[in-house]
């Protein structure tokens, strides 16, 4: 892969974690969380994909299928995340 498949990658993540961000509301750290969690599931989620041979909505060596599938998952698991609460910090 070039930088400019990099940068796509990069902007299309980026553009998943703030309308992800947008949907679920939050402050700033939870829009850092949101595009890094994106970022993440983008480039794994294009890593497994390309890996076990699916070629589905290719753009250039990019796979957005693979990319905008991790990028869900990770921005739907960070949410998940970022909402639970562990029992010790909320009993008195």
Known sequence: M???S?????ILATLLGALFHLWR???IVKL??????SWLG???GHLAFSSLGFNFLSVGPVNLAGGIIG???FL???NWITRVQ????TRN
């Open 86 to 89: 562990p029992e010790l910090l």
């Open 25 to 27: 509301d939050g402050g």
């Open 42 to 44: 983008f480039f794994v």
């Open 76 to 78: 739907f698991l960070g």
């Open 2 to 4: 070039n930088i400019s």
């Open 6 to 10: 990099y940068l796509f990658g990069f």
């Open 32 to 37: 850092l969380v949101f595009l890094g969690f």
């Open 71 to 73: 990028s869900i998952t």
